[in-house]
């Protein structure tokens, strides 16, 4: 059974940083993708970033860029969120997803992942 384990969560303030981590279990994955999504009450699961995990690519949403970064442990097996100069509307719950096959765009769709974490909450304070 897979699964991902995420941690990093918390309360911060606006401005502030935090990292997020996540590692799949269970399985052995090659040449997969990994993401990131947030999601708030009454909103969809929002795309945040995502990973290729043989080739290293990353993409992230224009509402993170320049202040976020995804990016990988191959050794670890373990995919990162680093999290700059939050602002109060990045509080959301944030999800570690994994897609298994492999694509040759960055997939920015949840529905095409398979495996899901448990999520991870992150406040940002004013």
């Known amino acids: 059974q897979v699964q991902l384990v995420e941690s990093g969560g918390g309360l911060v303030q606006a401005g502030g940083s935090l990292t997020l981590s996540c590692a799949p279990s269970g399985r052995t994955f090659s040449g997969h993708a990994m993401g990131w999504f947030r999601q708030t009450p009454g909103k969809e699961r929002e795309f945040v970033a995502v990973i290729m995990w043989s080739s290293g690519g990353t993409y992230v949403a224009d509402s993170v860029k320049g202040r976020f970064t995804i990016s990988r442990d191959s050794a670890k097996n373990t995919v990162y969120l680093q999290m700059n100069s939050l602002k109060v509307e990045d509080t959301a719950v944030y999800y570690c997803?994994?897609?298994?096959?492999?694509?040759?765009?960055?997939?920015?769709?949840?529905?095409?992942?398979?495996?899901w974490g448990q999520g991870t909450q992150v406040t940002v304070s004013s």
């Open positions: 997803a994994l897609k298994p096959l492999g694509s040759s765009y960055y997939d920015t769709r949840s529905r095409s992942y398979d495996y």
